[in-house]
């Protein structure tokens, strides 16, 4: 069965063809990976925010660049943690606990559960802290993004092996 969601090459075609529309729905589909990135990898909310913006920027003022239009969703990556990875570096190291950031409401979850899920998450949390940032990042790539092993290879420019290992914690 055929989607009737057009690719992103075909969205970017239409694009660079004058549909103004086809750049939106590029965004649409991949904003909520780039904040995802974004969160992850600065634990702030408004920071992630204010990068979700600058990164839609370098995507639009970039996009003439890009060669391959069927890696853009990988090409949007690499900007994302490119720019995440430049404002940390340029920020002090301020800890923001995990547990610090905002959680959905679980109207059906039992007030004893709630806390036994937070308590878990925190404690995740405070263990995937303590990484070093390449196996941090390789954990939220694959086990919170949802990516595999060959994809987080080519976008961190890593051998799968090593992928492999970062991930195993």
């Given at each position: 069965m055929k989607s009737n969601t057009p690719?992103?090459?075909?969205?970017?075609?239409?694009?660079?063809?004058g549909n103004r529309i086809a750049l939106?729905?590029?965004?649409l589909r991949y904003q909520p990976m780039v904040y995802g990135i974004a969160v992850s990898m600065v634990k702030r909310y408004d920071v992630a925010e204010d990068l979700r913006q600058e990164i839609f920027l370098?995507?639009?003022?970039?996009?003439?660049?890009?060669?391959?239009?069927?890696k853009f969703a990988s090409w949007l990556r690499t900007i994302a943690y490119n720019t995440c990875k430049t404002w940390l570096s340029t920020q002090r190291r301020e800890h923001v606990p995990l547990e610090e950031l905002?959680?959905?409401?679980?109207?059906?979850?039992?007030?004893?559960?709630?806390?036994?899920?937070?308590?878990h998450r925190t404690l995740l949390g405070q263990m995937i802290d303590e990484l070093?940032?390449?196996?941090?990042?390789?954990?939220?790539?694959?086990?919170?993004?949802?990516?595999?092993?060959p994809q987080i290879a080519g976008f961190l420019s890593l051998p799968e092996s090593t992928v492999k290992l970062l991930s195993k914690f």
């Open positions: 690719s992103d090459v075909v969205l970017i075609d239409e694009y660079f063809n939106s729905q590029l965004w370098k995507m639009y003022r970039g996009l003439s660049s890009l060669k391959e239009r069927d905002k959680e959905s409401e679980h109207p059906s979850v039992s007030i004893a559960d709630e806390v036994e899920q937070k308590q070093p940032f390449d196996y941090r990042l390789v954990i939220n790539l694959h086990y919170f993004e949802g990516q595999t092993v």
